[in-house]
């Protein structure tokens, strides 16, 4: 069987760009959630989010370019910049074919979808930008990925809502497993803090409203929290298959073992009760891995901070692991970062990886006030030194999309 490795990390996050700074504020607790400036949330009940503050597009393109794309387009082609140089990946003619792209987004480039249906409002149709239609469509990060960075393997968008960057991750381990490309940039990609998507997610009673103190609003797991807060960014990983690695002389992070997904033909946005969906695709991803539940070390929760998903959650891995669940490590980045929705899993795949090569759990913050249904180990509040040699991460979304991978401490 191909073994796959994780060479390359490339992440836009409100605390950080590049993984280099995303990974020390993650582990130092430092919250990336802010009051909304990218457009006056004043008559929103919502008024907060994980912006990213300090991301400047010129950097990775002409500034033309820049001006005119999707935020989310701008996002997938840096964080695809910074995974390949991450793993000092030279993409040429000879090699091109075997490197593939596999970058999702959940919502794709609804700012300028939203632009553009002002400008068709107040100005006719004659007004509206050629560029509508490939800036607004989820596929075109993985496009402009590969049309950026020159790779012509596998291209594929897979768009699963909050799944969307694990299923990304685990549908590239399976490609290079199976023979059909050698390295993939995957990852996922988002940029939805826009009047509509804020609008859109207080309507359906989905987000946080404390607004007082935007730092405290995320709490996954805490018996307060009242909803998740959106973020955005994105987050790619560079796959390879070992041998293609070795002969390059690529730095290996870790390396991916197994998948699963399931579908929880629940409802269309309520997770399935007691988590039943996610036991199934966390069982398929522990034997896929070819692993016994008690090999799991720590788990990077999906910990959206909604009332449901955090129990049922918990209730799953209580399923799943049984006595061993009281003694596995969780915790939940969107305490610090807020939910980026369809880039959330990639980011969280990122923090995995460091978690284990540097040995470190990153906390769970905000986790004040104990919940008894959410009764397990969420390495509250602070980092903790912790030897991981095997993790997962949980990601699941509306439509009752689930996706797991399993990442183990590289050993040649």
């Not at 999702?104 to 004659?126: C, H, N, T, V």
């Not at 990983?237 to 579908?263: C, H, P, Q």
């Not at 929880?264 to 007691?274: E, K, R, S, V, Y």
Request: aromatic share 6%.
């Amino acid at each position: 069987m191909t073994r796959v490795v994780i060479t390359g990390l490339g992440a836009i996050t409100p605390i950080g760009i590049g993984h280099d700074v995303f990974w020390p504020n993650l582990i130092a607790g430092k919250s990336g959630i802010t009051r909304i400036t990218h457009f006056d949330p004043a008559a929103f009940d919502t008024q907060i989010a994980g912006q990213v503050t300090d991301f400047d597009p010129s950097l990775y393109m002409e500034k033309k370019e820049a001006r005119r794309l999707a935020r989310f387009l701008q996002f997938a082609i840096a964080a695809g910049q910074l995974a390949v140089k991450d793993a000092n990946l030279t993409i040429t003619p000879e090699n091109a074919p075997d490197i593939g792209v596999i970058v999702g987004s959940g919502i794709g480039g609804l700012d300028f979808l939203e632009q553009q249906a002002y400008i068709l409002k107040d100005k006719g149709p004659g007004r509206l930008s050629p560029f509508t239609v490939p800036y607004m469509i989820a596929d075109m990060a993985a496009g402009m990925i590969s049309i950026n960075l020159g790779a012509k393997g596998p291209n594929l968008c897979i768009v699963t809502a909050c799944a969307t960057g694990t299923h990304s991750i685990g549908e590239a381990f399976k490609t290079i497993q199976r023979g059909a490309a050698k390295a993939i940039i995957a990852g996922g990609s988002e940029a939805a803090i826009t009047p509509l998507g804020v609008a859109s997610f207080v309507a359906a009673g989905a987000l946080s409203n404390a607004n007082a103190e935007p730092t405290r609003a995320s709490r996954p797991f805490d018996k307060a929290r009242n909803g998740f807060v959106m973020g955005e960014g994105a987050g790619i990983v560079i796959l390879e298959d070992r041998e293609f690695a070795k002969a390059r002389g690529a730095r290996i992070y870790a390396e991916i073992i197994g998948y699963g997904a399931s579908g929880d033909a629940n409802h269309i946005t309520a997770p399935a009760p007691g988590g039943e969906g996610a036991v199934r695709g966390i069982r398929e991803a522990l034997k896929d891995a070819e692993l016994q539940p008690e090999q799991i070390d720590y788990v990077n929760a999906h910990g959206t901070s909604t009332q449901l998903n955090d129990k049922f959650e918990t209730m799953a891995l209580k399923t799943v692991f049984g006595d061993h669940a009281k003694k596995l490590a969780i915790s939940s980045n969107k305490s610090m970062v807020g939910h980026s929705l369809g880039a959330s899993g990639a980011i969280e795949a990122i923090a995995t990886v460091l978690s284990i090569r540097d040995s470190i759990a990153p906390p769970t913050i905000n986790y004040e006030n104990p919940d008894p249904e959410c009764d397990l180990d969420y390495v509250p509040n602070q980092a903790r030194r912790l030897n991981i040699d095997h993790a997962i991460s949980n990601s699941f979304g509306f439509g009752g999309h689930n996706a797991i991978i399993v990442i183990k401490k590289y050993q040649p």
